[in-house]
């Protein structure tokens, strides 16, 4: 197996292993150099009581700088403000320096392998420091009281987080099991208000007052829902009332219809007696014409006799 994974010094390299052999290279020199530079600057050290000396670059930049300003400054000298005569003043020689040593910069084309940026460059990783005994200690006894809530047991402890404290209830799962499970099996811990408030660093309002404005606001819904439910209960009420009133008024109509059309029809039968009354009489003069009856009420009548008489 060993001879199958040696090197054989054979074939091609391939495309990215010479890049990786250029990247690997240039961060090599790029470490000789910066080691030769502290080592030179180490074996030179600057006197304490000796001025600082501006180099090429700071006092390029400097000039630049100095140059870019689109209005003159003002100096405090002797209690008056004067024009700093500096600053009107403008140096090309220093930004034509400033511009060729931008162009002379090295331009860096960045590749799958030189790029230092991935998914987990602005990832939030939490570094907390390890566990002593003491912190063991409280975390087993914030479980005791908490069970496995674990961000009130966060609260215990400053500066951790709930994930911190989950991985730290796995490990000991795994590392204790029985002292786990004897944990939250067993009577739960009463939790002290004044210690927790502590440990905190919170201060906590009195519980007799908070079970106070909790009955207030009790009995405030109460009452609100009181007035609403009398509110809905005159609404209907008032709906029934004006259904009566409305069912009142539409019967007095239909009985006022109703005596109007037999007014009608008494009219309309005194007039029907009064025409055939008009018709029956005859205009024979000196008297009368008496209807005694009809053709067949007198048919009916003769028919009558005829049978009594046989």
Not at 34 to 45: R, S, V, W, Y
Not at 200 to 205: A, E, Q, S
């Given at each position: 197996m060993v001879d199958l994974c040696k090197d054989m010094r054979k074939g091609k390299k391939s495309k990215r292993e010479r890049e990786l052999q250029i990247m690997e290279e240039a961060e090599?020199?790029?470490k000789r150099q910066?080691?030769?530079?502290?080592?030179?600057?180490?074996?030179?050290?600057e006197a304490p009581d000796s001025n600082p000396q501006?180099?090429?670059?700071?006092?390029l930049e400097r000039l630049a700088t100095a140059g870019t300003r689109a209005q003159p400054e003002t100096i405090l000298v002797d209690g008056e403000i004067t024009i700093d005569y500096n600053t009107m003043q403008i140096d090309r020689h220093a930004n034509a320096a400033v511009e060729r040593r931008a162009e002379q910069q090295e331009s860096v084309e960045e590749t799958d392998l030189s790029r230092r940026v991935n998914a987990g460059s602005y990832m939030k990783?939490?570094?907390?420091?390890?566990?002593?005994?003491?912190?063991?200690?409280?975390?087993?006894?914030?479980?005791g009281m908490f069970g496995t809530d674990f961000e009130m047991i966060s609260k215990l402890f400053p500066g951790?987080?709930?994930?911190?404290i989950k991985l730290k209830f796995c490990k000991e799962e795994k590392a204790d099991y029985q002292r786990i499970k004897e944990t939250l099996m067993g009577e739960r811990i009463p939790v002290d208000i004044d210690e927790f408030s502590r440990a905190?660093?919170?201060?906590?309002?009195d519980p007799k007052e908070l079970e106070r404005e909790i009955e207030e606001d009790r009995r405030a819904l109460e009452q609100d829902m009181a007035a609403e439910k009398e509110v809905m209960?005159?609404?209907?009420?008032?709906?029934?009332?004006?259904a009566r009133i409305e069912g009142e008024a539409v019967e007095g109509e239909g009985g006022a219809k109703e005596n109007v059309g037999k007014a009608k029809k008494g009219k309309r039968e005194k007039a029907e007696r009064k025409q055939k009354g008009k018709r029956g009489k005859a205009p024979h003069a000196g008297g009368e014409e008496v209807v005694l009856g009809t053709i067949e009420e007198g048919a009916v009548q003769g028919q009558v006799e005829v049978e009594v008489g046989a």
């Open positions: 090599i020199a790029k910066k080691e030769l530079h502290d080592l030179l600057a180490a074996e030179e050290p501006e180099t090429t670059d700071e006092r990783v939490e570094r907390s420091g390890s566990w002593n005994e003491d912190e063991t200690t409280k975390f087993y006894d914030g479980l951790r987080s709930r994930r911190s905190t660093n919170t201060v906590f309002d209960q005159e609404a209907v009420r008032k709906r029934a009332e004006e």
